[in-house]
Nanobody
Framework: QVQLVESGGGLVQPGGSLRLSCAAS????????MRWYRQAPGKERELVAS???????NYPDSMKGRFTISRDNAKNMVYLQMSSLKPEDTAVYYC????????????????WGQGTLVTVSS
């Protein structure tokens, strides 16, 4: 079985920075594109950033400039560097992989982590 586990969330002051990590565990052969989503209280889940297996990144216009996604394929990790944080960035941040291939050939589609809470407040 494979899973995604996020870490790095917490309380940060407005204007501060935070780095989220997402670790994929299991007998993993490869991971396709990965994304970070977030869901604020009372709002729908929204895309924050995406990265292909080759490292090409993409951001919605509303997320450009303050968020940076990266990954380390050797460690099966994906990261989200967040800067100049605002109270409206407060949300649960989720890691997502569109496909994880196990070494035994089993594919897992649309894999989600459990989320990590980021609170931006003074």
């Amino acid at each position: 079985q494979v899973q995604l586990v996020e870490s790095g969330g917490g309380l940060v002051q407005p204007g501060g920075s935070l780095r989220l990590s997402c670790a994929a565990s299991g007998s993993i052969f490869s991971i396709n594109a990965m994304r970070w989503y977030r869901q604020a209280p009372g709002k729908e889940r929204e895309l924050v950033a995406s990265i292909t297996s080759l490292g090409y990144t993409n951001y919605p216009d509303s997320m450009k400039g303050r968020f940076t996604i990266s990954r380390d394929n050797a460690k099966n990790m994906v990261y989200l560097q967040m800067s100049s944080l605002k109270p409206e960035d407060t949300a649960v941040y989720y890691c997502y992989a569109d496909k994880i291939l196990e070494t035994r050939g089993l594919s897992h589609l649309e894999v989600w982590g459990q989320g990590t809470l980021v609170t931006v407040s003074s």
